[in-house]
């Protein structure tokens, strides 16, 4: 007596292949859409990091050298400059005479230019012989090798200190020594969303 066994072929049938085919898309496009939602999130804390420092750099460097400055020297144009003293030489040290008593180097003129939406410096050094060396006063007193000028005069070219800032209010209250600054900046969303805006304020003491 012969005994037959059978064995059957192993194989996949098309319904098969196509469970498993949908299964694995249906795995690609989960980890896609994880990837591109982490993506996203880690563009947006960038955007925002971006948008503080530029906004802190602006205001940490005005209320630095404001601290310095002298009160007296301050000079304002509203939502457009401020500009004060500066006792720091090109080497940016602290100088003072025999006596200890400050003297002073240079006008600093922060301003903002809406066209560009950029905050720059310009550094306006003192003439040897300049009356505001030992007594300080705005810079629309100040007597330039070309004469006296308004303070918009001032306000061309200059290092850039922030960008995509679209607001910059100096304000100095009177009988105060507290320079404060408002500063509002935009940063363009790189995921498709709306623009990020940041307004800060700072509020600095002059000492001298």
């Keep these: 007596m012969r005994l037959h066994v059978g064995f ?14 949908g299964l694995l898309l249906m795995l690609l496009s989960i980890l896609f859409e994880i990837f591109f939602l982490g993506g996203k999130a880690w563009r947006k804390t960038d955007d925002r990091f971006e948008l503080l420092r530029n906004t802190q750099t602006v205001v940490s460097q005005i209320a630095r050298e404001a601290e310095r400055a002298s009160v007296f020297s301050v000079s304002i144009l509203p939502g457009r400059a401020v500009s004060f003293l500066s006792p720091m030489d ?45 007594t300080p006063q705005p810079i629309e007193r100040f007597v330039s090798a070309t004469g006296m000028h308004p303070l918009a005069y001032y306000l061309v070219d200059g290092r850039v200190l922030g960008r995509r800032i679209t607001r910059f209010e100096p304000e100095l209250p009177a009988f105060s020594k507290h320079l404060k600054l408002t500063i509002r900046t935009v940063q363009p969303s790189t995921t498709r969303t709306r623009d990020l805006t940041l307004d800060i304020a700072s509020n600095a003491f002059m000492r001298n």
């Design 8 to 21: 059957r072929r192993a194989g996949l049938s098309v319904v098969d292949l196509v469970v498993a085919l």
């Design 90 to 134: 090109d080497n940016g040290r602290f100088v003072t005479d025999t006596l200890g008593d400050v003297r002073w180097e240079r006008y600093l003129v922060f301003y903002h230019d809406p066209a560009s939406q950029e905050v720059r410096l310009v550094d306006v050094p003192l003439l040897p012989a300049s009356f505001e060396r030992r």
